[in-house]
């Protein structure tokens, strides 16, 4: 008996050995696909509407970004600030616009001010561990000094506008050129080649061009980190005719606009899947994390189309900030799926902060309080790591007049700001004091003068833009909404019925989190400008850097 059991002993200790041996193994294989030091392929859309995408039945030709949604992980709760220069500012710098200052909106042509340089930029926080760092594209998050362009702020180069918006072949903004190469020579010395020489050529293809290059040129023995920000399909609505006929002849009930916007799309995803397939001649892309956004909503109107979902850019509703987005990468876990957990855009400053190995605390520079989230998890597993996103809060008491060192200068300001054809991200965004936050399946306004808009058709087709979905006109859709309005956006995405009449005490929970957020909220200074920004047909800072 005693034999017996001492062999049954033994052999139960065997056993227990083996399944503590498998889950070790099992644990070692999945810490062996957790990225060290990983690429960052970071691609940036410009008021690219919810549903232009192949993969969401659009009409739009994107069989690029399709494929790299499917393979990887389409994120269907991702939310960004309204605006171009807010969603830039956040993802930079790891912080809410009521942090940063991007609360008021975007910044106007001429305008002084910007990301501010005590932020710990992104790049910078990447540069600091050992990244190469490259910005193309679009940078908006401030121009006035030369410390606050990019090749200042942690980017080793950049190719592309420091404004928000300019011709595609002129690259112009107001008849005043703004594409520029900046860099620091072999003795360090910053440069900054504005490329008059490329005048006509397509700045789509130019951006695509310059990150195939970053990527041929990169030496692998250091991580990259690429920000791909392309303008695309931001106004002015301007596209190659020849690729016109290539991607949009099958579009035959769209408005011009719509076929333009749509080419301009499809133009950007040609040119995405050029990069990737870069990635892979260079044996990177099994240690690369691309990821996906746009930076906010289409506008309402006959281009782009957010369907189903109500608004578009500028205002609050899912149309504006819930944008289309997702990661591609072999280091993820789970793939083919669609995550829908939260996220916010100031949460990958917090994952790549992580996947970097940065230890903020030992650095001279000193990091300001991030809200954003470690999110790899929540992508690579599905783990959920928030229940709440604040959409924005705007309270104009915490605007001053203007006190600090760079307005000590008088200078000639201007009364009123240039307009191009087009043009868009001028739109007027002083509006009134609000709150707006998703807190789990609930979302809830509350405040006076918010933007209301209503909803678009699917791809944007026909004359019906501003419709409910039985087909009803609304009127006074531009007004300014007032009071408090709760929506579930589990059982109403499209923001139809306001239940806060029903659900007073969700309400009440909603509305005790506004002191919190309000003891985070950084004074800014009233806006000023100066038509110093722009001189011998060139746009450049203006005010001496201190």
């Not at 289409?298 to 990661?327: C, D, H, M, W």
Request: proline share 4%; charged share 25%.
């Amino acid at each position: 008996s005693s034999g017996i059991n001492a062999e049954y002993g033994e052999s139960c200790f065997q056993y227990d050995m083996l399944a503590l041996l498998a889950v070790l193994l099992v644990a070692c294989q999945a810490a062996d696909k957790l990225p060290n030091k990983p690429n960052i392929v970071f691609i940036l859309a410009d008021d690219m509407g919810y549903q232009d995408v192949g993969f969401r039945d659009s009409d739009v030709i994107t069989p690029n970004l399709d494929r790299l949604a499917t393979e990887g992980v389409i994120l269907e709760n991702h939310y960004v600030m309204p605006q171009c220069s807010p969603t830039r500012a956040s993802l930079l710098s790891g912080r809410h616009a009521i942090r940063n200052g991007f609360w008021i909106g975007n910044i106007k042509p001429n305008e002084e001010w910007g990301l501010r340089l005590n932020e710990t930029t992104l790049p910078e926080m990447l540069r600091r561990n050992g990244y190469a760092t490259h910005g193309i594209g679009k940078w908006h998050a401030g121009m006035y000094t030369w410390n606050h362009t990019p090749a200042k702020r942690g980017f080793d180069t950049f190719f592309g506008l420091y404004l928000g918006a300019q011709g595609y072949f002129s690259h112009k903004r107001s008849g005043n050129s703004d594409l520029r190469d900046d860099y620091h020579d072999e003795n360090g010395k910053f440069v900054d080649d504005v490329r008059l020489d490329l005048n006509g050529k397509y700045s789509t293809y130019l951006y695509t061009e310059r990150a195939i290059k970053q990527i041929e040129d990169h030496d692998t023995s250091n991580p990259l980190f690429l920000y791909l920000s392309y303008t695309s399909p931001h106004a002015p609505m301007q596209a190659p005719p020849e690729e016109m006929q290539r991607f949009s002849s099958h579009m035959v009930n769209s408005s011009k606009s719509r076929r333009t916007y749509a080419t301009m799309i499809s133009i950007m995803d040609e040119g995405i899947g050029k990069v990737v397939d870069t990635l892979k001649q260079r044996n990177m892309l099994d240690n690369t994390i691309i990821v996906f956004t746009a930076d906010n909503g289409a506008i309402l109107g006959k281009k782009g189309s957010n369907y189903p979902l109500r608004g578009g850019k500028q205002t609050l509703f899912e149309g504006g900030v819930r944008a289309v987005s997702f990661v591609h990468s072999p280091l993820l876990e789970k793939t083919g799926y669609t995550n829908t957990n939260l996220h916010h855009v100031t949460d990958w400053y917090a994952t790549f902060q992580k996947l970097a190995g940065d230890e903020p605390e030992k650095h001279t520079k000193q990091q300001l309080p991030i809200d954003g989230v470690d999110i790899w998890d929540s992508i690579s597993r599905g783990e959920p790591r928030r229940e709440e996103v604040l959409m924005n809060f705007r309270d104009k008491r915490m605007i001053r007049e203007n006190k600090e060192h760079e307005f000590r200068r008088r200078r000639e300001v201007l009364s009123g700001q240039p307009r191009d054809a087009e043009d868009d991200d001028e739109f007027e965004d002083d509006a009134g004091d609000f709150f707006v936050i998703r807190w789990k399946d609930w979302k809830l306004f509350t405040g006076s003068d918010y933007k209301v808009q209503g909803w678009t058709t699917k791809n944007s087709l026909g004359s019906k833009m501003l419709v409910d979905q039985r087909g009803v006109a609304l009127e006074g859709l531009e007004k300014g909404g007032s009071g408090t309005k709760l929506f579930n956006l589990n059982e109403d995405p499209r923001e139809e019925v306001d239940v806060s009449a029903q659900h007073p005490d969700i309400v009440k929970t909603i509305l005790d989190k506004i002191p919190g957020y309000k003891a985070k909220m950084t004074w800014i200074n009233k806006r000023t400008s100066s038509k110093a920004g722009h001189q011998n047909g060139i746009w450049k800072p203006w005010v001496q850097d201190e």
